[in-house]
């Protein structure tokens, strides 16, 4: 079973604009983290944000967590044609030796 | 690139086989994790493995059994395929299990 949802499912915007893609969970977690997937092909780390934090930041993206709410959001800004790709949030739940536990992902789509 | 390697990239195998997937751990890593993702979902936690032990597991049955190795690198073994075996197989490795992990660029497993 799949803890997380990403919304929307699909995004579709122009070169330039900014993207901002959520995504929600159900249990504690330790940390959290996105993933970048082009074409069904293997799954490019973007950033991780631990528990204890609330926001951060890496080149054109930024990442906010909020624990009380289970909720976290990825935001691209000035986005580039080769931006679109599937976007992941994945939770560790807590426990470590479980593995992540991914959502269904964000489909974006960068119009040039 | 991560430094995660999985080989073979694509295989066809026929319902009632056996198959065997490979993984090359991030030099150092000495946690490897694998998931299956099926067309259109995000990734599903198989097992993890730590210093050669299995040490997590996720909703998968007993025909899907691995191996970690002395060198960290890592095989998937699935006994009696079935046709909804048929995804895309991710191997992961990371320093530990609550950091950052690092996908290979997974193997297409298509049963027929």
């Known amino acids: 079973s799949q803890q997380g949802e990403e919304d929307p499912q699909a995004l579709s915007i122009q070169e330039g604009e900014n993207a901002t893609m959520n995504c929600s969970y159900k249990?504690?977690?330790?940390?959290l983290q996105w993933y970048r997937q082009n074409s069904g092909r293997g799954l490019v780390h973007l950033i991780l944000i631990r528990s204890n934090e609330r926001e951060k930041h890496s080149g054109r993206l930024r990442v906010t967590l909020d624990t009380s709410k289970k909720s976290s959001s990825l935001l691209i800004t000035a986005s580039r044609a080769a931006d679109t790709a599937s976007y992941f949030c994945?939770?560790?739940?807590?426990?470590?030796?479980?593995?992540?536990?991914f959502g269904k992902g964000t489909h974006l789509i960068i119009q040039p | 690139e991560t430094g995660v390697t999985q080989s073979p990239t694509h295989l066809i195998k026929t319902r009632g086989q056996q198959v065997t997937l490979r993984c090359s751990s991030q030099s150092g890593h000495n946690t490897v994790s694998w998931y299956q993702q099926a067309l259109g979902q995000g990734p599903q936690f198989i097992f993890q493995y730590y210093r050669e032990e299995e040490n997590g597991r996720g909703n998968f049955p007993p025909r899907f059994s691995g191996l970690q190795f002395p060198n960290y690198s890592s095989e998937l073994n699935v006994n009696a395929l079935e046709l909804d075996d048929s995804a895309l197989y991710l191997c992961?490795?990371?320093?530990?299990?609550?950091?950052?992990?690092?996908f290979g660029q997974g193997t297409r497993l298509t049963v027929v």
């Open positions: 994945a939770t560790d739940g807590g426990g470590g030796a479980d593995g992540l536990t």
């Open positions: 249990t504690s977690i330790n940390n």
């Open positions: 992961a490795s990371s320093l530990a299990s609550l950091t950052e992990a690092f």
